[in-house]
Protein backbone atom coordinates (compact mmCIF):
# COMPACT_ATOMS: atom_id res chain seq x y z
CA UNK A 1 0.00 0.00 0.00
CA UNK A 2 1.33 3.48 -1.02
CA UNK A 3 2.38 5.56 2.33
CA UNK A 4 -0.32 7.90 3.06
CA UNK A 5 0.75 11.57 2.81
CA UNK A 6 2.52 14.03 4.48
CA UNK A 7 2.49 17.28 4.44
CA UNK A 8 4.86 17.61 0.86
CA UNK A 9 2.28 14.80 -0.46
CA UNK A 10 4.84 12.07 -0.89
CA UNK A 11 3.16 8.65 -1.90
CA UNK A 12 5.57 6.17 -2.83
CA UNK A 13 4.64 2.74 -4.51
CA UNK A 14 7.54 1.21 -4.79
CA UNK A 15 6.65 -1.23 -7.76
CA UNK A 16 10.12 -1.94 -9.09
CA UNK A 17 11.35 -3.33 -5.90
CA UNK A 18 8.80 -6.08 -6.17
CA UNK A 19 9.92 -7.63 -9.17
CA UNK A 20 12.52 -10.66 -9.14
CA UNK A 21 15.29 -9.63 -6.80
CA UNK A 22 18.03 -10.16 -9.56
CA UNK A 23 17.16 -6.98 -11.52
CA UNK A 24 17.97 -4.64 -8.48
CA UNK A 25 20.39 -4.32 -5.38
CA UNK A 26 19.29 -2.48 -2.04
CA UNK A 27 21.33 0.52 -2.03
CA UNK A 28 21.72 3.15 0.72
CA UNK A 29 22.32 7.10 0.30
CA UNK A 30 25.83 7.66 1.72
CA UNK A 31 25.85 10.71 3.97
CA UNK A 32 27.51 13.70 3.16
CA UNK A 33 29.21 16.88 4.99
CA UNK A 34 27.34 19.83 4.53
CA UNK A 35 24.29 19.88 1.78
CA UNK A 36 22.52 22.64 0.41
CA UNK A 37 19.86 23.11 -1.76
CA UNK A 38 21.40 24.61 -5.35
CA UNK A 39 18.28 24.63 -6.99
CA UNK A 40 14.44 23.42 -6.42
CA UNK A 41 11.87 22.84 -9.55
CA UNK A 42 8.78 23.89 -7.69
CA UNK A 43 6.83 24.07 -10.87
CA UNK A 44 7.73 20.23 -11.49
CA UNK A 45 6.78 19.62 -7.97
CA UNK A 46 3.50 21.51 -8.64
CA UNK A 47 2.87 18.72 -11.36
CA UNK A 48 3.85 15.74 -9.48
CA UNK A 49 1.61 17.16 -6.57
CA UNK A 50 4.38 17.72 -4.45
CA UNK A 51 4.60 20.81 -1.85
CA UNK A 52 8.13 21.25 -1.44
CA UNK A 53 7.39 24.75 0.40
CA UNK A 54 6.08 22.74 3.34
CA UNK A 55 9.66 21.67 3.42
CA UNK A 56 12.63 24.22 5.32
CA UNK A 57 15.78 24.90 3.23
CA UNK A 58 17.98 22.85 5.08
CA UNK A 59 14.66 19.55 5.15
CA UNK A 60 14.91 19.88 1.37
CA UNK A 61 18.89 20.12 1.36
CA UNK A 62 18.60 17.00 3.42
CA UNK A 63 16.20 15.21 1.86
CA UNK A 64 17.55 15.88 -1.71
CA UNK A 65 20.75 14.82 -0.77
CA UNK A 66 18.90 11.24 0.84
CA UNK A 67 20.06 12.24 4.51
CA UNK A 68 16.41 12.16 5.11
CA UNK A 69 14.85 9.95 3.10
CA UNK A 70 10.71 10.96 2.28
CA UNK A 71 8.53 8.39 3.93
CA UNK A 72 7.48 5.26 2.26
CA UNK A 73 11.04 4.56 -0.27
CA UNK A 74 12.78 1.68 -0.56
CA UNK A 75 15.76 2.23 -1.96
CA UNK A 76 17.55 0.62 -4.65
CA UNK A 77 19.88 0.60 -7.33
CA UNK A 78 18.55 -1.45 -10.62
CA UNK A 79 20.78 -3.62 -12.84
CA UNK A 80 21.18 -3.42 -16.45
CA UNK A 81 23.47 -4.50 -19.30
CA UNK A 82 24.16 -2.24 -22.05
CA UNK A 83 25.88 -2.07 -25.70
CA UNK A 84 28.47 1.22 -24.71
CA UNK A 85 30.25 1.95 -28.44
CA UNK A 86 28.85 -1.20 -29.50
CA UNK A 87 30.65 -3.17 -27.28
CA UNK A 88 28.54 -5.37 -24.85
CA UNK A 89 29.18 -4.69 -20.85
CA UNK A 90 27.35 -5.53 -17.82
CA UNK A 91 26.34 -1.93 -15.62
CA UNK A 92 23.21 -1.08 -13.51
CA UNK A 93 23.27 2.30 -11.92
CA UNK A 94 26.82 2.83 -10.42
CA UNK A 95 26.08 6.84 -9.12
CA UNK A 96 22.32 6.14 -9.18
CA UNK A 97 19.31 5.53 -6.67
CA UNK A 98 16.00 4.93 -7.41
CA UNK A 99 14.20 6.19 -4.00
CA UNK A 100 10.54 4.23 -5.64
CA UNK A 101 8.12 5.35 -7.52
CA UNK A 102 5.80 8.39 -6.45
CA UNK A 103 1.80 8.40 -7.20
CA UNK A 104 0.59 11.91 -8.49
CA UNK A 105 -2.91 12.78 -7.10
CA UNK A 106 -3.70 11.97 -10.55
CA UNK A 107 -3.25 8.28 -10.48
CA UNK A 108 0.30 8.41 -13.03
CA UNK A 109 3.62 6.97 -11.82
CA UNK A 110 6.59 8.18 -11.45
CA UNK A 111 10.17 7.28 -10.98
CA UNK A 112 12.05 9.52 -8.28
CA UNK A 113 16.39 8.89 -8.36
CA UNK A 114 19.03 10.61 -6.94
CA UNK A 115 21.87 10.94 -9.44
CA UNK A 116 25.69 11.32 -7.54
CA UNK A 117 24.38 9.56 -3.68
CA UNK A 118 27.03 7.42 -3.84
CA UNK A 119 28.26 3.58 -4.42
CA UNK A 120 26.03 0.81 -5.57
CA UNK A 121 26.83 -2.54 -5.83
CA UNK A 122 27.32 -2.15 -9.53
CA UNK A 123 29.66 1.08 -9.12
CA UNK A 124 32.42 -1.13 -10.31
CA UNK A 125 35.92 1.46 -9.99
CA UNK A 126 33.54 4.58 -9.62
CA UNK A 127 32.82 6.56 -6.58
CA UNK A 128 29.18 6.72 -7.15
CA UNK A 129 29.34 10.60 -7.13
CA UNK A 130 28.74 13.30 -8.97
CA UNK A 131 29.87 16.77 -9.77
CA UNK A 132 27.98 19.96 -9.54
CA UNK A 133 28.15 21.25 -13.05
CA UNK A 134 27.17 18.13 -14.94
CA UNK A 135 24.03 17.46 -12.80
CA UNK A 136 23.21 21.32 -13.53
CA UNK A 137 23.85 20.77 -16.72
CA UNK A 138 21.46 17.89 -16.69
CA UNK A 139 18.86 19.87 -15.34
CA UNK A 140 19.03 22.84 -17.38
CA UNK A 141 18.91 20.71 -20.69
CA UNK A 142 16.10 18.35 -19.34
CA UNK A 143 13.68 21.30 -18.38
CA UNK A 144 14.57 23.37 -21.78
CA UNK A 145 13.42 19.61 -24.02
CA UNK A 146 10.55 19.13 -21.20
CA UNK A 147 9.76 23.02 -22.75
CA UNK A 148 10.41 22.36 -26.59
CA UNK A 149 7.88 19.38 -25.74
CA UNK A 150 10.19 16.49 -26.70
CA UNK A 151 9.47 13.75 -24.28
CA UNK A 152 12.07 13.78 -21.44
CA UNK A 153 13.36 12.72 -18.11
CA UNK A 154 12.76 16.05 -15.73
CA UNK A 155 15.29 17.51 -13.05
CA UNK A 156 13.64 18.56 -9.31
CA UNK A 157 16.32 19.40 -7.72
CA UNK A 158 20.23 19.91 -7.29
CA UNK A 159 21.42 19.93 -3.74
CA UNK A 160 25.45 20.20 -3.24
CA UNK A 161 26.97 17.95 -1.07
CA UNK A 162 29.46 19.84 0.52
CA UNK A 163 31.61 17.66 -0.35
CA UNK A 164 34.42 17.36 -3.09
CA UNK A 165 34.94 14.78 -5.85
CA UNK A 166 37.47 14.05 -8.02
CA UNK A 167 37.82 14.13 -11.68
CA UNK A 168 40.04 15.45 -13.73
CA UNK A 169 40.14 18.26 -10.89
CA UNK A 170 38.49 18.31 -7.21
CA UNK A 171 34.80 19.93 -8.08
CA UNK A 172 32.00 20.35 -6.10
CA UNK A 173 30.14 17.37 -5.30
CA UNK A 174 26.31 17.28 -5.45
CA UNK A 175 23.26 15.17 -5.96
CA UNK A 176 20.48 15.42 -8.98
CA UNK A 177 16.83 14.30 -8.41
CA UNK A 178 15.48 13.15 -11.42
CA UNK A 179 12.05 12.10 -12.31
CA UNK A 180 11.53 9.88 -14.70
CA UNK A 181 8.05 7.59 -15.95
CA UNK A 182 10.51 4.65 -15.71
CA UNK A 183 14.03 4.05 -15.78
CA UNK A 184 13.29 0.51 -17.82
CA UNK A 185 16.37 0.83 -20.52
CA UNK A 186 16.70 -1.41 -23.76
CA UNK A 187 19.87 -2.46 -21.23
CA UNK A 188 17.45 -3.22 -18.75
CA UNK A 189 16.13 -5.96 -21.03
CA UNK A 190 19.47 -7.21 -22.02
CA UNK A 191 20.61 -7.75 -18.67
CA UNK A 192 17.48 -9.60 -17.98
CA UNK A 193 17.74 -11.70 -21.24
CA UNK A 194 21.67 -12.42 -20.62
CA UNK A 195 20.28 -13.89 -16.99
CA UNK A 196 18.76 -16.92 -19.59
CA UNK A 197 15.51 -17.30 -17.20
CA UNK A 198 12.42 -17.18 -19.17
CA UNK A 199 10.55 -15.86 -15.93
CA UNK A 200 12.26 -12.83 -14.98
CA UNK A 201 12.36 -11.70 -18.54
CA UNK A 202 8.82 -12.24 -18.74
CA UNK A 203 7.95 -10.59 -15.70
CA UNK A 204 9.91 -7.82 -16.43
CA UNK A 205 8.54 -7.50 -19.88
CA UNK A 206 5.09 -7.14 -18.61
CA UNK A 207 6.35 -4.60 -15.80
CA UNK A 208 6.90 -2.95 -19.05
CA UNK A 209 3.42 -3.48 -20.80
CA UNK A 210 1.74 -2.72 -17.49
CA UNK A 211 3.76 0.44 -16.68
CA UNK A 212 3.78 2.06 -20.12
CA UNK A 213 1.49 0.23 -22.72
CA UNK A 214 -0.98 -1.09 -21.00
CA UNK A 215 -3.18 -1.03 -23.98
CA UNK A 216 -0.89 -4.13 -25.01
CA UNK A 217 -2.05 -6.23 -22.03
CA UNK A 218 -4.13 -8.47 -23.49
CA UNK A 219 -3.42 -7.91 -26.99
CA UNK A 220 -2.44 -11.21 -29.08
CA UNK A 221 1.06 -11.38 -29.79
CA UNK A 222 1.52 -8.74 -27.00
CA UNK A 223 4.88 -8.94 -26.76
CA UNK A 224 5.61 -8.76 -30.90
CA UNK A 225 3.44 -5.45 -30.15
CA UNK A 226 5.19 -4.45 -27.25
CA UNK A 227 8.33 -4.04 -29.12
CA UNK A 228 6.52 -2.40 -32.51
CA UNK A 229 4.91 0.45 -30.34
CA UNK A 230 8.69 0.99 -28.24
CA UNK A 231 9.94 1.14 -31.92
CA UNK A 232 7.21 3.60 -32.39
CA UNK A 233 8.04 5.39 -29.21
CA UNK A 234 11.78 5.68 -30.47
CA UNK A 235 11.23 7.21 -34.08
CA UNK A 236 9.07 9.84 -32.75
CA UNK A 237 11.42 10.48 -30.50
CA UNK A 238 14.59 10.73 -32.60
CA UNK A 239 12.30 12.63 -34.81
CA UNK A 240 11.75 14.98 -32.30
CA UNK A 241 15.99 15.68 -31.62
CA UNK A 242 16.38 16.05 -35.24
CA UNK A 243 14.05 18.66 -35.48
CA UNK A 244 15.34 20.28 -32.84
CA UNK A 245 19.13 19.75 -33.56
CA UNK A 246 19.58 18.08 -30.28
CA UNK A 247 22.30 15.28 -30.26
CA UNK A 248 22.15 13.28 -27.34
CA UNK A 249 25.91 11.93 -27.88
CA UNK A 250 26.15 8.85 -26.04
CA UNK A 251 23.18 6.60 -27.14
CA UNK A 252 24.62 3.22 -25.74
CA UNK A 253 21.72 0.84 -25.04
CA UNK A 254 21.82 1.02 -21.26
CA UNK A 255 20.89 4.94 -22.59
CA UNK A 256 17.62 4.32 -24.41
CA UNK A 257 14.60 4.41 -22.00
CA UNK A 258 12.05 2.04 -22.78
CA UNK A 259 9.55 5.00 -21.80
CA UNK A 260 9.84 6.61 -25.18
CA UNK A 261 11.89 9.40 -22.73
CA UNK A 262 15.08 11.31 -23.41
CA UNK A 263 17.19 9.86 -20.68
CA UNK A 264 20.77 10.38 -19.70
CA UNK A 265 21.82 13.54 -20.09
CA UNK A 266 25.67 13.57 -20.36
CA UNK A 267 27.61 15.13 -23.27
CA UNK A 268 24.68 16.09 -25.25
CA UNK A 269 24.43 19.52 -26.75
CA UNK A 270 21.95 21.13 -29.49
CA UNK A 271 23.49 22.27 -32.86
CA UNK A 272 24.14 25.31 -34.07
CA UNK A 273 25.68 25.59 -37.53
CA UNK A 274 23.55 22.64 -39.74
CA UNK A 275 25.88 19.86 -40.09
CA UNK A 276 24.69 15.86 -40.06
CA UNK A 277 28.73 15.18 -38.94
CA UNK A 278 28.17 17.68 -36.17
CA UNK A 279 29.71 15.93 -32.66
CA UNK A 280 30.11 17.52 -29.27
CA UNK A 281 31.33 14.65 -27.34
CA UNK A 282 34.88 14.76 -26.09
CA UNK A 283 35.14 10.23 -25.72
CA UNK A 284 32.75 9.69 -29.23
CA UNK A 285 36.09 10.48 -31.57
CA UNK A 286 34.36 7.90 -34.25
CA UNK A 287 31.13 10.26 -34.56
CA UNK A 288 29.17 7.27 -33.76
CA UNK A 289 26.81 9.24 -31.85
CA UNK A 290 26.54 12.35 -34.51
CA UNK A 291 23.43 14.23 -35.34
CA UNK A 292 22.96 12.60 -38.62
CA UNK A 293 23.70 9.22 -37.26
CA UNK A 294 21.01 9.40 -34.41
CA UNK A 295 18.24 7.81 -36.33
CA UNK A 296 20.33 4.82 -37.69
CA UNK A 297 21.66 4.22 -34.04
CA UNK A 298 18.24 4.08 -32.95
CA UNK A 299 17.24 1.37 -35.21
CA UNK A 300 20.59 -0.47 -34.47
CA UNK A 301 20.07 -0.12 -30.67
CA UNK A 302 16.11 -1.74 -31.60
CA UNK A 303 17.70 -4.74 -32.99
CA UNK A 304 19.58 -5.13 -29.78
CA UNK A 305 16.25 -4.93 -27.83
CA UNK A 306 14.74 -7.57 -30.47
CA UNK A 307 17.14 -9.78 -29.67
CA UNK A 308 16.42 -9.63 -25.57
CA UNK A 309 12.74 -10.20 -26.60
CA UNK A 310 12.79 -13.29 -29.31
CA UNK A 311 12.26 -15.98 -26.78
CA UNK A 312 8.59 -14.10 -25.79
CA UNK A 313 8.03 -12.92 -29.22
CA UNK A 314 8.13 -16.68 -30.12
CA UNK A 315 8.70 -19.77 -29.06
CA UNK A 316 10.50 -20.88 -31.97
CA UNK A 317 13.22 -19.10 -32.55
CA UNK A 318 13.47 -18.77 -36.71
CA UNK A 319 10.12 -17.41 -36.07
CA UNK A 320 11.03 -15.27 -33.62
CA UNK A 321 14.18 -13.62 -35.74
CA UNK A 322 11.52 -13.28 -38.58
CA UNK A 323 8.95 -11.55 -36.79
CA UNK A 324 11.23 -9.33 -35.12
CA UNK A 325 12.91 -8.44 -38.45
CA UNK A 326 10.32 -7.68 -40.22
CA UNK A 327 8.84 -4.71 -37.73
CA UNK A 328 12.74 -3.93 -37.68
CA UNK A 329 12.72 -3.07 -41.27
CA UNK A 330 9.73 -0.80 -41.04
CA UNK A 331 11.79 1.77 -38.79
CA UNK A 332 13.06 3.59 -41.40
CA UNK A 333 9.88 4.48 -43.09
CA UNK A 334 8.04 5.06 -39.38
CA UNK A 335 10.77 7.48 -38.36
CA UNK A 336 10.57 9.40 -41.63
CA UNK A 337 6.68 9.73 -41.51
CA UNK A 338 7.07 11.65 -37.75
CA UNK A 339 10.27 13.41 -39.42
CA UNK A 340 8.66 14.73 -42.54
CA UNK A 341 5.33 15.35 -40.77
CA UNK A 342 7.53 17.71 -37.77
CA UNK A 343 9.16 19.16 -41.05
CA UNK A 344 6.05 20.29 -42.39
CA UNK A 345 5.22 21.79 -39.41
CA UNK A 346 8.36 23.67 -39.59
CA UNK A 347 7.67 25.04 -42.72
CA UNK A 348 4.15 25.82 -42.09
CA UNK A 349 2.63 23.45 -44.47
CA UNK A 350 -0.56 21.75 -43.79
CA UNK A 351 -1.24 19.38 -46.67
CA UNK A 352 0.95 16.73 -48.03
CA UNK A 353 2.52 17.04 -51.28
CA UNK A 354 5.23 14.65 -53.10
CA UNK A 355 7.65 17.00 -53.48
CA UNK A 356 7.93 17.97 -49.73
CA UNK A 357 10.84 15.86 -48.82
CA UNK A 358 12.84 17.23 -51.63
CA UNK A 359 11.41 20.84 -50.28
CA UNK A 360 13.34 20.22 -46.89
CA UNK A 361 16.07 19.10 -48.35
CA UNK A 362 16.55 21.70 -50.23
CA UNK A 363 17.01 23.88 -47.28
CA UNK A 364 18.70 21.52 -45.31
CA UNK A 365 21.91 21.29 -48.23
CA UNK A 366 21.97 25.11 -48.38
CA UNK A 367 22.31 25.48 -44.82
CA UNK A 368 24.44 22.99 -44.74
CA UNK A 369 26.92 24.61 -47.87
CA UNK A 370 26.48 28.14 -45.92
CA UNK A 371 27.18 27.02 -42.29
CA UNK A 372 23.63 28.22 -41.45
CA UNK A 373 22.55 28.08 -37.85
CA UNK A 374 19.79 25.09 -37.87
CA UNK A 375 17.15 26.75 -35.07
CA UNK A 376 17.35 30.26 -36.23
CA UNK A 377 17.15 29.84 -39.95
CA UNK A 378 13.90 27.97 -39.50
CA UNK A 379 12.75 31.52 -37.25
CA UNK A 380 13.85 33.74 -39.47
CA UNK A 381 11.67 31.76 -42.18
CA UNK A 382 8.74 33.68 -40.27
CA UNK A 383 10.39 36.89 -40.62
CA UNK A 384 8.26 39.84 -43.18
CA UNK A 385 11.83 40.77 -43.91
CA UNK A 386 13.39 37.69 -44.31
CA UNK A 387 14.95 38.59 -47.50
CA UNK A 388 16.23 42.26 -46.93
CA UNK A 389 18.24 39.90 -44.30
CA UNK A 390 22.59 40.20 -45.45
CA UNK A 391 22.46 36.23 -44.70
CA UNK A 392 19.63 35.45 -47.64
CA UNK A 393 20.76 37.37 -50.34
CA UNK A 394 22.41 34.55 -52.13
CA UNK A 395 20.69 33.00 -55.70
CA UNK A 396 20.26 29.39 -54.17
CA UNK A 397 18.30 30.67 -51.17
CA UNK A 398 16.18 32.92 -52.98
CA UNK A 399 15.64 30.28 -55.70
CA UNK A 400 14.78 27.69 -52.80
CA UNK A 401 12.47 30.47 -51.00
CA UNK A 402 10.46 31.24 -54.08
CA UNK A 403 9.74 27.35 -54.20
CA UNK A 404 8.53 27.30 -50.98
CA UNK A 405 6.19 30.96 -51.51
CA UNK A 406 5.17 28.97 -54.39
CA UNK A 407 4.07 25.65 -52.10
CA UNK A 408 2.40 28.15 -49.58
CA UNK A 409 -0.01 29.77 -52.42
CA UNK A 410 -0.50 26.78 -53.21
CA UNK A 411 -2.49 26.05 -49.58
CA UNK A 412 -4.27 29.67 -49.79
CA UNK A 413 -3.80 30.82 -46.23
CA UNK A 414 -2.91 34.09 -45.32
CA UNK A 415 1.10 33.78 -44.84
CA UNK A 416 0.76 35.76 -41.47
CA UNK A 417 -1.27 33.05 -40.50
CA UNK A 418 1.21 30.42 -41.72
CA UNK A 419 4.57 32.44 -39.98
CA UNK A 420 2.53 32.41 -36.52
CA UNK A 421 1.87 28.81 -37.08
CA UNK A 422 5.68 28.16 -37.36
CA UNK A 423 6.63 30.36 -34.99
CA UNK A 424 5.01 28.45 -32.29
CA UNK A 425 7.15 25.24 -33.40
CA UNK A 426 10.25 26.90 -34.65
CA UNK A 427 12.07 28.06 -31.03
CA UNK A 428 13.59 31.23 -30.95
CA UNK A 429 15.51 30.05 -27.48
CA UNK A 430 17.50 27.29 -27.33
CA UNK A 431 20.24 25.75 -24.93
CA UNK A 432 23.01 27.61 -26.75
CA UNK A 433 26.10 26.05 -25.91
CA UNK A 434 28.47 29.36 -24.75
CA UNK A 435 25.04 30.19 -22.60
CA UNK A 436 24.81 26.60 -20.95
CA UNK A 437 28.47 27.38 -20.04
CA UNK A 438 28.57 30.36 -18.37
CA UNK A 439 25.49 29.89 -16.04
CA UNK A 440 26.88 26.92 -15.17
CA UNK A 441 30.72 28.31 -14.62
CA UNK A 442 29.34 31.16 -12.43
CA UNK A 443 27.15 29.30 -10.45
CA UNK A 444 29.89 26.39 -9.95
CA UNK A 445 32.85 29.40 -8.96
CA UNK A 446 30.81 31.77 -7.99
CA UNK A 447 28.00 30.39 -6.07
CA UNK A 448 26.11 33.36 -8.46
CA UNK A 449 22.74 31.62 -9.62
CA UNK A 450 21.51 34.65 -11.57
CA UNK A 451 22.35 33.51 -15.16
CA UNK A 452 21.29 29.88 -14.19
CA UNK A 453 17.53 31.34 -13.64
CA UNK A 454 17.99 33.96 -16.13
CA UNK A 455 18.77 31.30 -18.43
CA UNK A 456 16.09 28.75 -16.97
CA UNK A 457 13.55 31.48 -17.52
CA UNK A 458 14.33 31.87 -21.08
CA UNK A 459 13.79 28.40 -21.77
CA UNK A 460 10.90 27.55 -19.83
CA UNK A 461 8.98 29.43 -22.70
CA UNK A 462 11.35 28.84 -25.50
CA UNK A 463 9.05 29.93 -28.84
CA UNK A 464 9.03 33.65 -26.93
CA UNK A 465 11.00 35.88 -29.09
CA UNK A 466 10.87 39.12 -27.08
CA UNK A 467 14.04 41.56 -27.50
CA UNK A 468 15.60 41.27 -23.61
CA UNK A 469 16.24 37.42 -24.37
CA UNK A 470 17.93 38.40 -28.04
CA UNK A 471 21.20 37.24 -26.10
CA UNK A 472 19.74 33.73 -25.90
CA UNK A 473 19.41 33.59 -29.71
CA UNK A 474 22.99 34.44 -30.92
CA UNK A 475 24.76 31.33 -31.71
CA UNK A 476 28.41 30.90 -30.40
CA UNK A 477 30.98 33.29 -32.08
CA UNK A 478 33.38 29.94 -32.75
CA UNK A 479 32.59 26.51 -31.90
CA UNK A 480 35.44 24.92 -33.16
CA UNK A 481 37.09 22.62 -30.44
CA UNK A 482 33.57 22.87 -28.35
CA UNK A 483 33.83 19.56 -26.41
CA UNK A 484 31.32 18.12 -23.70
CA UNK A 485 32.38 15.31 -21.19
CA UNK A 486 30.16 12.38 -19.56
CA UNK A 487 30.16 14.03 -16.28
CA UNK A 488 31.54 10.67 -14.84
P1 LIG B 1 26.57 6.78 -18.40
O1 LIG B 1 27.69 6.98 -19.39
O2 LIG B 1 26.32 7.97 -17.52
O3 LIG B 1 25.32 6.29 -19.04
O4 LIG B 1 27.08 5.66 -17.39
C1 LIG B 1 27.50 4.39 -17.79
C2 LIG B 1 27.66 3.50 -16.59
O5 LIG B 1 28.70 3.98 -15.73
C3 LIG B 1 26.43 3.37 -15.73
O6 LIG B 1 26.33 2.05 -15.27
C4 LIG B 1 26.73 4.31 -14.59
O7 LIG B 1 26.01 3.98 -13.42
C5 LIG B 1 28.21 4.13 -14.41
N1 LIG B 1 28.85 5.30 -13.77
C6 LIG B 1 28.97 6.53 -14.30
N2 LIG B 1 29.60 7.36 -13.44
C7 LIG B 1 29.85 6.67 -12.31
C8 LIG B 1 30.48 6.97 -11.06
N3 LIG B 1 30.95 8.18 -10.77
N4 LIG B 1 30.56 5.97 -10.15
C9 LIG B 1 30.08 4.74 -10.41
N5 LIG B 1 29.49 4.40 -11.57
C10 LIG B 1 29.38 5.33 -12.52
MG1 LIG C 1 23.55 5.91 -18.52
Known amino acids: MPATPDAVGWRFDNTYARLP??????????????????????????????????????????????????????????????HQYGGFTMLGDGRAILLGEHRTPSGELFDLQFKGSGPTRF????????????????????????????????????????????????QPGAVLTRVAASHLRVGTFQYAAALQDGTTLRTLADYAIARHYRELAD?????????????????????????????????????????????????????????????FSSIDRGGRYAYGNQPGITQWNLARF?????????????????????TLNEFPAVY?????????????????????????????????????????TFRDLTSELLLAGERYQDETFRAWHARWQERLRREGRPVAA??????????????????????????????DLTPLHDLLA?????????????????????????RTFCGT
Not at 139 to 161: K, W
Not at 306 to 322: F, N
Request: hydrophobic share 45%; with cysteine; net charge negative.
Open 336 to 376: ERYWLAGMRRKLGLDTDEAGDRELVQGLLDWMQATKADFTN
Open 123 to 170: SRNGDGRAAVGPMLREYVISEAMAALGIPTTRSLAVVRTGERVFRMLP
Open 458 to 482: ALASPFEATPERAKYTVPPADETGY
Open 418 to 447: VYEQMKAVNPAVIPRNHRVEEALKAAEERD
Open 306 to 326: AESLLPLIDPDEETAVKLATD
Open 219 to 279: APAKYHAFFRAVQDGQAALVAKWMLFGFIHGVMNTDNVAISGETIDYGPCAFMNAYDPATV
Open 21 to 82: DVLFAPATPVAVAAPRVVILNHRLADELGLNLRAMTPERSAAVFAGQDLPPGTQPIAQAYAG
